[in-house]
C-alpha cells in the first residue's frame, strides 16, 4: 500500500499564511503579528515548497491568492479554529488553573467591584493572570465576539445585544450629582434636575458610552429639559478635573464616590432615574472555573448593596 504524505506544517505556518492573505500584504501582516517583513516571507515560501502549489501571485506593492490559494485559506481558518476550541476545551477539564483571563471593564462603574473580584481569584487561583482592558461597552461586546476577552464588567446594555451571551447583575448604582466643593449646591442634602438643568453638564463622550446619552435623554425629557452639554470626555479621570476646575456639573454614579474623594460633592439626585444596572458578561462557551470564580467574587456579598 502506497505511504500517504502528510506536509509537515505548523500551526504557526497556517497564522502567518491566513494573517498574509487578509491583508493581501506582506509588510502589514508582519506589523500586526510582530514579526519581520522578510522572516515572514520566508515562511510563506517555506510553506509553498512544503506543500507542493503556489498560494499567492505577488506584485510589488501586494500579494493576492491563487486559486488553490482559496481553497487552502477557507481550510486553513478551520484547522485554527479547531486548534482554538480544542486548547479551550482541555483547559475547562484542567479547571484552567493556570493561564491567563482577559477583562474588559468600565472604570467609573467597577471601581468597587473590580478590586474584590481580582483579590477573590488570587485567593483561589494565584498562578492565573489577569489583563484589564479599559474599554467602552460596544468594544467589550465585539471583542467578547472575537474570544479577544473571556468576561465584561459594564452597564447592562440592550437585550439584543446579549444574544449568546451569559449576564449577571452584580450591582445597582443611584445617579448622583457631581459638583465642585465650592458650587453653591455643595452642602444641599440633595437636588432636583430642575436646580441644574440651566447650567453647563460635563458628560462622557457620545462615540464611547451611547448608552450614558440615551440615559441624559430619557432623564431631561421627564423634566421637559435638554440637557446643555458644555464639554464630552472619554473617562472619569477627564471628566472629574473638569467638574473640579469648575466648568460645570455632571450626573455620575454613587460608586465614583471613593474616586473623587474630597475633590468633589456628589449630591443625592431627587427623583432621579432608574438606578444604574452592572452586570459581568461571558460567552457561554468560555465557562471555565477560573470565569465562574472571578464572576463569583465580583457579586455583591449578602447585605451588600
Known amino acids: 500500500m502506497p ?3 502528510l506536509p509537515r506544517m505548523e500551526l504557526r505556518h497556517l497564522r502567518y499564511f491566513v494573517a498574509v492573505a487578509e491583508a493581501e500584504n506582506v509588510t502589514r501582516a508582519a506589523l500586526k503579528l510582530h514579526v519581520s517583513q522578510p522572516g515572514l516571507s520566508r515562511q510563506i515560501r517555506d510553506l509553498e515548497e512544503e506543500i507542493g502549489f503556489q498560494l499567492f501571485e505577488r506584485s510589488a506593492k501586494s500579494v493576492r491568492l491563487t486559486a488553490a490559494g482559496k481553497v487552502f485559506l477557507a481550510e486553513a481558518r478551520a484547522v485554527l479554529q479547531h486548534a482554538e ?47 484589564l482592558h479599559d474599554l467602552s461597552t460596544e468594544e467589550m ?3 467578547l465576539g472575537e474570544n479577544k476577552l473571556q468576561v465584561a464588567l459594564t452597564v447592562r446594555p440592550p437585550a439584543r445585544q446579549l444574544r ?20 453653591p449646591l455643595a452642602k444641599a442634602k440633595s437636588v432636583s434636575l430642575d436646580q441644574v438643568a440651566a447650567e453647563p453638564l460635563i458628560a462622557y463622550s457620545r462615540k ?8 441624559l435623554a430619557k432623564v431631561f425629557e421627564s423634566v421637559g ?16 478635573a473638569a467638574v473640579e476646575s469648575g466648568r460645570g456639573y455632571a450626573l455620575v454614579p454613587e460608586c465614583l464616590t471613593c474616586m473623587v474623594g474630597p475633590r468633589l460633592k456628589l449630591i443625592p439626585l431627587r427623583n432621579g432615574p432608574p438606578p444604574i444596572p452592572v452586570v459581568a458578561i461571558w460567552s457561554q462557551q468560555d465557562e471555565t472555573e477560573v470565569l465562574k470564580r472571578f464572576v463569583a467574587a465580583a457579586s455583591p456579598e449578602p447585605g451588600r448593596s
Open 208 to 215: 464611547d458610552y451611547p448608552e450614558y446619552h440615551e440615559m
Open 141 to 143: 461586546l465585539a471583542q
Open 3 to 5: 505511504q500517504l504524505y
Open 164 to 183: 449568546g451571551l451569559h449576564v449577571k447583575e452584580l450591582a445597582r448604582y443611584a445617579m448622583r450629582v457631581a459638583v465642585a466643593p465650592q458650587h
Open 85 to 131: 476550541e480544542a486548547v479551550k476545551k482541555a483547559r475547562a477539564v484542567t479547571g484552567g488553573t493556570t493561564g491567563e483571563i482577559n477583562v474588559g471593564f468600565a472604570p467609573s462603574l467597577t471601581v468597587q467591584i473590580l478590586p474584590a473580584a481580582l483579590r477573590g481569584l488570587q485567593d483561589q487561583f494565584p498562578n492565573v493572570r489577569v489583563q
Open 225 to 240: 429639559r435638554r440637557p446643555r452639554i458644555a464639554g464630552e470626555h472619554d473617562g472619569a479621570t477627564s471628566l472629574i
